[in-house]
C-alpha cells in the first residue's frame, strides 16, 4: 500500500476538485473579529504583565518568573485537554460553537482576575496569589480559544482562502495589540495623574478590553458556521491524538515554525517595556513623546508605530503568500525582521528616534509573523486525515498550543530570571525616576534584540524543510476526495 507522501508524488496529474464556496466577507470580518479579544488578553500580559508583577504588585523578578512559570505550564497543559474535549461535542450547534457561547463572558470577567492585585505584603502569599490568578483567567481563555482556532480549517480547506482568513483574524489581532498597547499605558498613566494607584490603573486597563472581549464571540456563536462533517471515528483519546501527531511530520515542522515565531515575541514583548524604560528613557517612569501632535507614552508611541505599520503591510504580506507560496513568504518577512532585531543592540539612551525607525521596521515583518504561521497550521489537518481517515482539529490546535506555551514558559521564566539574578530593582511606589546597573542593563539590551534575531533565525532554517507546499496541498485535497468517495461506497 503506497504511503500518502508517494501518493502525493504520483497524482500531479488530476484536476483538483471544487471545495466549498468561499468564506463570504461577513463571515470572515465576524470570524476575524475574534483576534480582537484574544489579541487583546494576549498583548496586554506579553507585554505587560511582567512589569505589572515587578513594579505594581511589588513581586521579586525571580520569584515573579517561577509564579509566571507554573501558571504558563498549566496554560500549557488545559489546550490540548479543552481541544481533545470540543473534539468530542457534537450538537446542533456544531462543535466549537457552543464554547464560544457559554464561555464568551467568564473569559472577559477573566481579565479582572488577572489584573487585580491583592494589598498584601507577603511576597510567598503574591505569588500563590498571581499563580492561582493566571491558571483561572488562562483556562477561561483556553475554554474560547482554541475551539475558536479549531474553525479554521473548518470553514474552508482551499489552501489560499485559509490564507486569506487567517489575513482577517490577523487584522483583528493586529488592531486590538496596537489599541492595547497604546491605550493601557494612556489609562495607567492617566489614573496616577488624577491620583490613584499603579494597581488600579493596570485594573481599569483590564475592564476595558475585558468588557470588549465578550461582543466578538457571542456574535461569532450565531453567525460562524462549521463547514465539515467529522468522520464517526475522530473522537479519540488525547494519547492516541498525540502519537497521530508525531507521526505526522508536517505537523512537526509547523508546530516548531509556531513555537519559534511566539517565542520571539514573549521574549521581546518581555523586555521592550524594560529596554524603553531603563535604557532608551534613562529611567524616566513616566517618559513621553509628541508623535504627530499627540502626547505618548514612549512605550505606546514605538508600540503604536510598529502595530500601525504591521495592519498597513498585512494586504502586502497576504498577496505575497498567494504570488510565492505561505513558506518562502514567511521566509523573506522573518529574514528581514531578524536583521531588525539584532540592530536593536546599537540603540543608545536618548536615541528615540532611531527606536522609533526600528519599530516601523519591525512592523512589516510582524505582519507576516502574525498570519503565515497561523496560515501553514491547518494543512496539516489533512495531511493526517489522509493517513488516518479522522480529523481532530480541535486535538491537534491544542497540542500546538500546549508546546507553544510550554516554550513560552520557559522564555519567560528565564527572562525573570535573568533579571533578578543580574541586578533588577523594583523602583518605590512613588518613584518616577530609577535607575538600573550596567550588568541588569546590558542584559535587558541582550535578550530585546540579539536573542529575538537568534530566534528567527532558527524558524527560517525550519521553514525552509516544510514539506507542504501549494501544490503538495492540491494533491491532498485530491487524494481526500477519492478516499472519501471510496469510503461513501462501501
Not at 29 to 58: E, K, M, N, P
Not at 300 to 327: D, E, Y
Not at 420 to 443: D, I, K, N, R
Amino acid at each position: 500500500m503506497n504511503s500518502p507522501a508517494s501518493s502525493l508524488e504520483s497524482d500531479a496529474s488530476t484536476s483538483l476538485p471544487e471545495g466549498p464556496p468561499h468564506v463570504p466577507f461577513w463571515t470572515k470580518v465576524v470570524y476575524g473579529s475574534g483576534d480582537w479579544s484574544l489579541s487583546s488578553f494576549g498583548t496586554l500580559r506579553q507585554i505587560f504583565y511582567a512589569i505589572f508583577l515587578t513594579d505594581a504588585v511589588g513581586l521579586e523578578p525571580r520569584l515573579a518568573s517561577v509564579a509566571a512559570l507554573v501558571g504558563i505550564v498549566w496554560d500549557a497543559i488545559n489546550d490540548p485537554l479543552v481541544g481533545t474535549l470540543s473534539d468530542r461535542v457534537h450538537t446542533r450547534w456544531g462543535r466549537r460553537r457552543p464554547f464560544l457561547l457559554l464561555f464568551s463572558v467568564p473569559f472577559g470577567l477573566g481579565f479582572l482576575v488577572l489584573w487585580w492585585a491583592p494589598p498584601w505584603q507577603s511576597q510567598i502569599g503574591l505569588a500563590v496569589h498571581v499563580t492561582l490568578a493566571y491558571m483561572i483567567s488562562d483556562s477561561l481563555q483556553t475554554l474560547v480559544s482554541v475551539p475558536f482556532y479549531a474553525l479554521t480549517p473548518e470553514m474552508t480547506p482551499d489552501y489560499d482562502e485559509r490564507t486569506r482568513l487567517t489575513g482577517f483574524r490577523m487584522f483583528f489581532n493586529l488592531l486590538a495589540s496596537l489599541a492595547a498597547a497604546v491605550l493601557a499605558p494612556l489609562i495607567v498613566d492617566t489614573a496616577l495623574a488624577a491620583g490613584f494607584t499603579l494597581r488600579q490603573g493596570y485594573l481599569a486597563a483590564a475592564a476595558l478590553f475585558g468588557g470588549l472581549a465578550v461582543v466578538p464571540f457571542v456574535v461569532m456563536a450565531f453567525v460562524v458556521r462549521e463547514r465539515f462533517e467529522p468522520r464517526a471515528s475522530d473522537s479519540l483519546r488525547l494519547r492516541e491524538v498525540a502519537q497521530a501527531a508525531w507521526q505526522n511530520i508536517p505537523f512537526r515542522f509547523a508546530t516548531g515554525i509556531y513555537i519559534l515565531n511566539w517565542i520571539t515575541f514573549d521574549m521581546v514583548g518581555l523586555m521592550l517595556p524594560f529596554i524603553l524604560v531603563y535604557w532608551v528613557a534613562g529611567g524616566d517612569l513616566l517618559a513621553t513623546i509628541t508623535v504627530f501632535g499627540v502626547e505618548l507614552a514612549l512605550e505606546s508611541a514605538v508600540l503604536g508605530l510598529m502595530l500601525i505599520t504591521a495592519v498597513v503591510a498585512l494586504p502586502f504580506w497576504t498577496w505575497l503568500a498567494r504570488l510565492i507560496g505561505k513558506r518562502l513568504a514567511y521566509m523573506v518577512g522573518m529574514g528581514f525582521w531578524a536583521v531588525v532585531q539584532m540592530l536593536i543592540i546599537f540603540v543608545q539612551p536618548g536615541q528615540v528616534g532611531f527606536i522609533l525607525g526600528l519599530g516601523v521596521l519591525a512592523g512589516l515583518s510582524v505582519s507576516t509573523a502574525h498570519v503565515l504561521p497561523d496560515a501553514i497550521f491547518p494543512d496539516v489537518i489533512e495531511w493526517d486525515e489522509l493517513r488516518t481517515r479522522r480529523r481532530c482539529e480541535g486535538a491537534y490546535y491544542g497540542l500546538k498550543n500546549f508546546m507553544r506555551k510550554l516554550a513560552g514558559a520557559v522564555a519567560v521564566f528565564a527572562g525573570l530570571q535573568a533579571l533578578g539574578w543580574f541586578g533588577y530593582q523594583s523602583p518605590p511606589a512613588s518613584a518616577v525616576q530609577f535607575s538600573q546597573s550596567p550588568a541588569t542593563l546590558m542584559t535587558i539590551r541582550v535578550m530585546t534584540g540579539p536573542v529575538g534575531g537568534v530566534l528567527l533565525v532558527s524558524a527560517i532554517a525550519l521553514t525552509w524543510f516544510y514539506p507542504i507546499t501549494r501544490q503538495r496541498h492540491a494533491r491532498i485535497r485530491r487524494l481526500l476526495l477519492r478516499q472519501r468517495e471510496r469510503d461513501a461506497q462501501v
